[in-house]
């Protein structure tokens, strides 16, 4: 007899938006661009401890970086 089992799948692990990177999030970083996004909308990259900086100088660059803030799994 043949019986399956339901199996709840682990969620997966979120990790660093950085290219090539394949560090555990430990920051998310809040961003919208102003010409395509309402004002309120925030899209989130993530961020290893390594990243933050880098990714932040990147969109804060741009005018996009609204708030940086620990990743609540981190």
Avoid: Q
């Avoid at 969620?11 to 010409?35: F, M, R, V, Y």
């Avoid at 993530?46 to 620990?70: W, Y």
């Amino acid at each position: 007899m043949y019986v399956e089992v339901s199996r709840v799948s682990e969620p997966e692990a979120a990790i660093c938006s950085a290219k090539g990177c394949t560090d555990a999030a430990a920051w998310e970083l809040l961003w919208n661009n102003p010409k395509i996004h309402t004002p309120e909308r925030r899209k989130t990259w993530l961020a290893c401890n390594e990243h933050k900086a880098s990714l932040s100088d990147f969109l804060g660059a741009r005018g996009f970086l609204k708030d940086v803030v620990a990743h609540a799994d981190a």
